[in-house]
C-alpha cells in the first residue's frame, strides 16, 4: 500500500531483458534507506518488489503482464522515475490509498504551462470513466493527484510547482505514456454494486 507521496526520483541504471521478463537497476538515494530483499516499492506507480540492492540500486523485475498493462516496457538507460517506499501503518496518508496495481495507461494530450505550474490534460480508456470525479483522486505515474476536471475520454490535472520539482512529471511532453491507477474506493463499490 502506498500513499502517492513521491519519496525520491531514481535514474534508471540498466535493463536487462529476461525471457518475457525484464530486471530494471535503479539508481536512488532516500529509498535504499531502510531497503530489504523482498520489500516494495512504487515505480512510476508500479509496485515492484526488490531482488538486490547495494549502496547506489535497487533492482526489480517486471514480468509480461506488468509490461502489457503499463508504461515500464517505455523506460530507457536514464529514464527518470518516480519512487515511493510502503506505507507503514504509522504514517500519515498525505495523498490517497494507492495499491501500486495499475489499471491502465494514459496518453498526455496537452500540457499548459501556466505561472503558478502545469495543467495536464490526460487521455484514458472510457471504460475507466466512472471511477473518476471532479476532485477526486488519481494517480499518476505514482502521483497522487486531484482531478481537476473530467470529460468521457480525458481528464485534466492541476500540477504545483513542488510535485514538478520532486518528481519526473517535470520531464514529460505531450504523447508521452503515463501509468493511471484510479482510486481504489471507487472500484470496490462499483464491484459491490455489480455484484450485491
Request: charged share 20%; hydrophobic share 40%.
Amino acid at each position: 500500500m502506498f500513499t502517492g507521496l513521491i519519496e525520491d526520483v531514481g535514474t534508471v541504471s540498466s535493463i536487462t531483458p529476461r525471457g518475457d521478463a525484464v530486471d530494471f537497476v535503479i539508481e536512488a538515494s532516500t529509498v535504499l534507506d531502510d531497503i530489504s530483499v523482498d520489500a516494495s516499492i512504487a515505480t512510476n506507480g508500479v509496485c515492484l518488489t526488490v531482488t538486490r540492492f547495494d549502496a547506489r540500486h535497487f533492482s526489480v523485475t517486471a514480468v509480461a503482464e506488468t509490461l502489457r498493462k503499463t508504461s515500464l516496457g517505455h523506460l530507457r538507460p536514464g529514464s527518470l522515475v518516480n519512487l515511493e517506499r510502503a506505507v507503514r501503518l504509522s504514517d500519515r496518508l498525505g495523498g490517497h490509498l494507492v495499491q501500486g496495481h495499475v489499471d491502465t495507461t494514459g496518453s498526455i494530450k496537452r500540457i499548459d504551462h501556466l505561472s503558478t505550474g502545469w495543467e495536464m490534460y490526460i487521455a484514458f480508456p472510457p471504460a475507466y470513466r466512472k471511477w473518476l470525479i471532479p476532485v477526486g483522486s488519481v494517480c499518476v505515474d505514482g502521483i497522487s493527484l486531484t482531478v481537476a476536471d473530467v470529460a468521457d475520454e480525458m481528464f485534466k490535472v492541476a500540477i504545483i510547482p513542488h510535485t514538478l520539482d520532486n518528481t519526473s512529471l517535470r520531464t514529460r511532453s505531450e504523447g508521452d505514456i503515463v501509468n493511471l491507477e484510479f482510486d481504489m474506493i471507487a472500484k470496490y463499490i462499483d464491484n459491490l454494486i455489480k455484484h450485491p
